[in-house]
């Protein structure tokens, strides 16, 4: 027998369960009769031993097996008979114990998927990046790779921006020295954004065997949290200016950069594919999160905290495997759970409308789109093939592909009803940055 309860929370469920004992017992014998011809006493022949003292060796773990098979078929048919489908694991509590006879009662609490409206997609409007792989780019890139790749040689003159110095420095705040304010024999590029700027400027200018005090005021966000916000006295004297060489465009920087037979129209060429190819991909990755943004913003859904709470184990063990990649294995994680919860309940909301996206309109990931995903991805490697075979060599690889797969889907599917605008860009505006493709 089964009741339904009511809850104040949507999308949970209530059901209380009574079991008959009677039942129970009567499977709890027949089992015991059936095992007891297996069962071997130290005493008794194969077969003779007592169906009593079989009980008392095998009757507990029976008996909570029987219960637990019973229990879980009477769920399992109310659940079916109200059309629930359930989210989660279900948290059964039993109310007795079948004192005096009586018939076994449980509850037990779960929750369910929600049911939500997709709505209409063409009110939906995505900016897209547009723009165009000139000879303005590729050189850009060409003169990145150079300095990447530059040498230095010491020269006698004032240090310039881009030039690698070498220089010991002291640092005191009031008087005393402060952890992290002292180095000797240090060598950085100047422009790089390895040095506060503050530090930084005062070192242009000054030639080698020059020495020069000035103060600095740290950033109120510094990490050295004994110096952030305060001002230090800062005594550098530079040792020695390296100008950098950039190597000649060239059959050897060809080769240094990959092309093995120094074809230097090749390696152009391979720089603008490959910039065309990182730019589709952060043009793709950018028109996703609006749709993805937009999903969230116009479906109203709510999530089942049983899936959240599951997806922010998934968000720990993340950063726990990561810790383990760094040597950090024993490290416990100190981030309370609340930290993942927005996370988290984001994942499972778009989760689920994109579930029902891809169920609703078959948007199911097929062989040939894997196939096609796994060989322009395998495109940014120097032997692509390889990295197809890899994939195709274990079915858990592929797998791990379909879900982006099915995302794309859904994407395409949205963009042939939604309002697209251009929105023309340059290619450093969407990177972010400068920026060179790797050939």
Known sequence: MQTQVETSNPLERSLEFSISRDKVQAEVDDRLKRLAPKVRVQGFRPGKVPLKIVAQQHGLQIHQEVLG????????????????????????????????????????????YPDFELGDFSAITVNKPVLQIGEAEVQKTVDLLRKQRASFETVDRPAQLGDRVNIDYRGQLDGQDFAGGQADDYS??????????????????????????????????????????????????????????????????????????????????????NLQREAGQRVHAKVKEQIMQALLDRISIQAPQALIQQEIDRLIEEIRDAQAARGLRNKELDIPREAFQEKAERRVKLGLILGKLIKTHELSAKP??????????????????????????????????????????????ILERANIVDQSITFEELMGHPYAANV
């Not at 078929?73 to 004192?99: L, M, Y």
């Not at 200018?205 to 600095?216: L, N, R, V, Y």
């Not at 004297?237 to 950069?257: C, E, G, H, Q, T």
């Not at 120097?382 to 890899?390: A, L, R, T």
């Open 69 to 112: 098979e019973m229990l879980q078929k009477a769920f399992s048919e109310a659940v079916k008979k109200e059309g629930f489908q359930v989210a989660g694991t279900p948290n059964f509590e039993a109310k007795n114990f079948a004192e005096n006879g009586a018939d076994y009662e449980f509850s037990v609490n779960f929750e369910v």
């Open 188 to 273: 950085v590029v100047l422009g790089e954004g390895n040095l506060l700027k503050d530090f930084e400027t005062p070192v242009v200018g000054m030639s080698a065997g020059q020495e020069k005090t000035f103060d600095m005021t740290f950033p109120a966000d510094y990490p050295g949290k004994e110096v952030a916000g305060k001002t230090v006295s800062f005594t550098v004297k530079l040792n020695r200016v390296d100008a950098p060489k950039l190597p000649d465009i060239d059959s050897d920087f060809a080769k240094l950069l990959g092309v093995p037979d120094g074809d230097v129209t090749k390696m152009q060429e391979e720089i603008r594919a």
């Open 368 to 413: 040939e789109q894997v196939r096609r995903f796994v060989e322009e991805y395998a495109q940014s490697y120097e032997n692509p093939q390889e990295v197809v075979k890899w994939h195709y060599a274990s079915p858990d690889r592929l797998r791990d592909i379909e879900p982006i797969v099915l995302e794309d889907n859904v994407v395409s599917w």
